[in-house]
Structures are given as C-alpha cells and as structure tokens.
C-alpha cells in the first residue's frame, strides 16, 4: 500500500495561491491513480480532483474547476495540486488520496487510502 505525506497547506487571503505537494512511498506510485479530498469543518469529506495513472485524464469538482490544477511526477512520486483565486469557502483540510483502480476516481468512494492531510485557510 503507497504512503501518503502531504504539504503545502496554511493561510492566504481570498483572491491568493496555495500549491499543495503529496509525496509518496511503498509500491510503484505510477500505478495508482491518485486525487485531492478536502474536509470542511462539520462537512463530510469531499472530493476535489483526480488525475490518471499517466497524467493525461483529470477531473475536477464543479466547485474548483477552472481554478485548481493537478498534476504528478511519476518519476519523483509527486502529485500536486495548484490553487489559485481560493475562496473562503476553500477552506477545509486537504488530503492526498491514491484511487482504488487504475481508472482516476470521481468520487470519495473510488479513494482507498489517503494522508494525514494539510490546512487550507483562506481568509475574507
């Protein structure tokens, strides 16, 4: 099972960026598809994005579509995730997840193991 550590994460006013990194160990990271959840206080955990085995497939929650990127390294077992014009709704703790199949997950049940996770913050 891959290991999962991620960083990246603290406070930034609205309209800022934030680049969360999730570095991984254990098995070959390239075989796993991997993804972002987030979970808000008193909120169930959501998802975020997800990226395919090779990089080439992403998926995005409407919520941060066109404002977030994912991306991965398979050679330095990375994946990233850049978050620009954040929103106080953005709030939440982030956690890296590797997806349960090759296929990249669209929702929090195709994840099955995940990070510590990070603090996101972002003040009005």
């Known amino acids: 099972q891959v290991q999962l550590v991620e960083s990246g994460g603290g406070l930034v006013q609205a309209g800022g960026s934030l680049r969360l990194s999730c570095a991984a160990s254990?098995?070959?990271?390239?075989?796993?598809?991997m993804g972002w959840l987030r979970q808000a206080p008193g909120k169930e955990r959501e998802f975020v994005a997800s990226?395919?085995?090779?990089?080439?497939?992403?998926y995005y929650a409407d919520s941060v579509r066109g404002r977030f990127t994912i991306s991965r390294d398979n050679v330095k077992s990375t994946v990233a995730l850049q978050m620009n014009s954040l929103k106080p709704e953005d709030t939440a703790v982030y956690y890296c997840?590797?997806?349960?199949?090759?296929?990249?997950?669209?929702?929090?049940?195709?994840?099955?193991?995940w990070g510590q996770g990070t603090q996101v913050s972002v003040s009005s």
């Open positions: 997840a590797a997806g349960r199949t090759a296929s990249a997950p669209r929702t929090t049940d195709g994840f099955g193991s």
């Open positions: 254990g098995r070959t990271f390239s075989t796993y598809a």
């Open positions: 990226i395919s085995r090779s990089g080439v497939i992403t």
